[in-house]
């Protein structure tokens, strides 16, 4: 159960830091809008929580949400909401 929980940790970790910085070209770019971008960005949400599920484990979510927040700080996209679960 242990790996099951870390798996979901690293990969709702990967997921944020590709939200964050590995996009290379943002919707200011003028690529794609602002809500499309975000509407992509839920749309992949949904289908890792369908896939995955979201992890029950109150410690673990602080544990994601904080370094997603510590990401968001020096994020170039202080513009847009982040939720990490």
């Known amino acids: 159960m242990a790996l099951k929980n870390i798996f979901k940790l690293f990969a709702g970790l990967l997921f944020a830091f590709y939200l964050l910085l590995g996009t290379a070209f943002p919707a200011e770019a003028g690529i794609i809008s602002k809500q499309q971008e975000i509407e ?46």
């Open 40 to 85: 992509m960005g839920r749309e992949t949400a949904m289908a890792l929580e369908a896939q995955y599920g979201v992890v029950q484990d109150y410690e673990l979510q602080e544990r994601v949400n904080r370094i997603g927040q510590s990401l968001v700080a020096v994020s170039d996209r202080q513009d847009l909401e982040y939720t990490f679960l």
